[in-house]
Nanobody
């Protein structure tokens, strides 16, 4: 059964860092477009970072550009989201998603596989 599983969330102080992992099983992650999304309480899901498998480019939302970095380790079939300079407004449940044909990295409808989410809380 193909699936992705996130890990690495937790509680961190403002200005701190976390690295989220998204491990895939049952399929080869390098063949798929990858997206990281987040959803804060009372807010809509937001696409924040993606690797497009059609053009190979990385995309970032303005809210995280310069602070978050998406990368992949094909040998480990895993994608990472390095989050630096975290702010309280980054508090949310973070999800990774994989899609075989992703044209718009921040369109959740283009992804087939979703993880269960991992909570990130930024607070002093």
């Amino acid at each position: 059964q193909p699936q992705v599983v996130e890990s690495g969330g937790g509680l961190v102080q403002p200005g701190g860092s976390l690295r989220l992992s998204c491990a895939a099983s049952g399929f080869t992650l390098s063949l798929y477009g990858i997206g990281w999304f987040r959803q804060a309480p009372g807010k809509e899901r937001e696409g924040i970072a993606g690797i497009n498998n059609l053009d190979g480019r990385k995309y970032y939302a303005d809210s995280v550009k310069g602070r978050f970095t998406i990368s992949r380790d094909n040998a480990k079939n895993t994608v990472y989201l390095q989050m630096d300079s975290l702010k309280p407004e980054d508090t949310a449940v973070y999800y990774c998603a994989a899609g075989i044909y992703v044209r718009r990295s921040f369109d959740g409808g283009e992804y087939e596989y979703w993880g269960q989410g991992t909570q990130v809380t930024v607070s002093s």
